[in-house]
């Protein structure tokens, strides 16, 4: 099973260690195919790598069409997430939301209020796992 990890990186980087964390426990089930998301320095190796923000689009778009189901952590708000999940809804992808509701950052409407997307709240690791497990086990 391919799957699409997204999260954010220029909207900030405070959940990174949440994101390397959240991709070890998705590729137990399949291949992650964004797995920098949950570098620490994942623009300085883009950066060396020579990738421009044209490369990186064209890249994350093409993995994404791949992709079997998308699971992003949504609590750090970005456009780039809220765009990659708006073109997987228009894919019909599977999708599925992490979100922490004791951020100082209200979900969007635009994710909370779609039908088309499932979403967890979860405090924890654990339970953050737990829900992934149970989408991915739907959506096999
Ligand atoms: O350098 C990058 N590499 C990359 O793969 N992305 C993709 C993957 C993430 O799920 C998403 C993050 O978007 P943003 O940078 O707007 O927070 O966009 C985004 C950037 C920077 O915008």
Same mark, same amino acid.
């Given at each position: 099973?391919?799957?699409?990890?997204?999260?954010?990186?220029?909207?900030?980087?405070?959940?990174?260690? +949440?994101?390397? $964390?959240?991709?070890?426990? =998705?590729?137990? !089930?399949?291949?992650? +195919?964004? @797995?920098?998301?949950?570098? %620490?320095?994942? %623009?300085?190796? @883009?950066? @060396?790598?020579?990738?421009?923000?044209?490369?990186? !689009?064209?890249?994350?778009?093409?993995? +994404? %069409?791949?992709?079997?189901?998308?699971?992003? *952590?949504? #609590?750090?708000?970005?456009?780039?997430?809220?765009? *990659? +999940?708006?073109? $997987?809804? $228009?894919? @019909?992808?599977?999708?599925?939301? =992490?979100?922490?509701?004791?951020?100082?950052?209200? =979900?969007?409407?635009?994710?909370?209020?779609?039908?088309?997307? #499932?979403?967890?709240?979860?405090?924890?690791? *654990?339970?953050?796992?737990? $829900?992934?497990?149970?989408?991915?086990?739907?959506?096999?």
């Amino acid at each position: 099973m391919d799957i699409f990890f997204s999260g954010s990186i220029r909207g900030g980087r405070d959940d990174v260690d +949440l994101y390397a $964390a959240l991709i070890d426990c =998705l590729e137990t !089930h399949g291949t992650v +195919l964004t @797995e920098h998301v949950g570098t %620490e320095n994942v %623009e300085a190796v @883009e950066q @060396e790598q020579g990738l421009t923000d044209g490369d990186i !689009h064209d890249q994350d778009v093409t993995w +994404l %069409e791949q992709a079997d189901v998308v699971v992003a *952590e949504v #609590t750090t708000p970005s456009l780039g997430v809220g765009y *990659e +999940l708006g073109r $997987a809804v $228009a894919w @019909e992808k599977p999708v599925h939301c =992490l979100y922490r509701p004791d951020s100082t950052h209200d =979900l969007s409407a635009m994710i909370r209020g779609n039908d088309a997307v #499932t979403i967890t709240e979860y405090d924890d690791l *654990e339970e953050a796992e737990a $829900a992934l497990e149970d989408f991915l086990e739907r959506n096999r």
